[in-house]
């Protein structure tokens, strides 16, 4: 339910703005209400990035320890695991946002994307950048990197019991079940390191477009 809920603000953050903008002769957004698209955006990324390791894990607990399951994973420690989700997420944002427009832009005002995001912000701005980038960098970097970790551990686990099974059915039914997960989870990651987790990895805008459709879109439709 949480991550249905994500993806469906993910896709209202982004995308009546920028279909408006598509059909319209007059691409304008206020410094305001760019500040607020990209606070949100931030925020909805970071939770779900958390929230599918979260749920890799709740998998990890159900097919490997079924029957310590209801026990680890009861409702009180699911509310806590997805509370923290937005906590992380609400801190990103909130630090990710405050060093972006804290910066003066005074070279240009043509955001060269089809959204509020750092790369394109930050070509604009008139000022020493070389912090927020070390910022953008780090806590993208290590909030990608531990969440993939967790999901690639979980994933592990889950493959090698599914080996173990005798019964053929059972391990293509877990297959099957966490196929979808894994394809989303490998899409959201890949193209969120690609994007924010590597120096210099972007220069070029038009490939950053394209590559931003993959984690705005795509994967919210999955």
């Known amino acids: ?8 603000c993910y896709l209202s ?19 305001v209400g760019c500040a607020t698209q990209f606070f949100f955006f931030s925020l909805l990324v970071t939770i ?8 890799a894990y709740d998998r990890f607990m159900a097919v490997c320890s079924p029957l310590h399951y209801p026990t680890i994973m009861c409702p009180s420690t699911c509310i806590r695991l997805v509370l923290g989700s937005y906590c992380a997420g609400c801190f990103n944002s909130i630090v990710q946002t405050s060093f972006t427009f804290s910066l003066p832009f005074c070279s240009s005002n043509h955001i060269d994307h089809f959204f509020c995001d750092v790369p394109p912000l930050l070509k604009l701005a008139c000022a020493d950048t070389s ?8 806590i993208s970097g290590l909030i990608i990197i531990g969440t993939t970790l967790v999901v690639l551990n979980s994933y592990g686990y889950i493959t090698v019991t599914i080996l173990r099974m005798r019964s053929g059915t059972r391990g ?12 989303a989870v490998s899409l ?11 120096p210099r990895a972007m220069e ?3 490939q950053g477009k394209v590559v931003s459709v993959f984690y705005t879109l795509v994967i919210p439709m999955f």
């Open 13 to 31: 953050d982004i995308y009546p703005k920028a279909l408006a903008d598509f059909l319209s002769s007059s691409k304008v957004i206020t410094f």
């Open 131 to 138: 912090i927020n980038n070390l910022i953008m960098f780090g």
């Open 1 to 8: 339910k949480n991550l249905s809920l994500l993806d469906l």
């Open 188 to 198: 959201f990651y890949g193209t969120l390191f690609v994007m924010y987790a590597q």
């Open 172 to 183: 293509h039914k877990l297959l099957s079940t966490c196929g979808s997960h894994m394809t």
């Open 48 to 55: 779900e990035g958390f929230l599918l390791a979260v749920m």
């Open 204 to 206: 070029s805008m038009e």
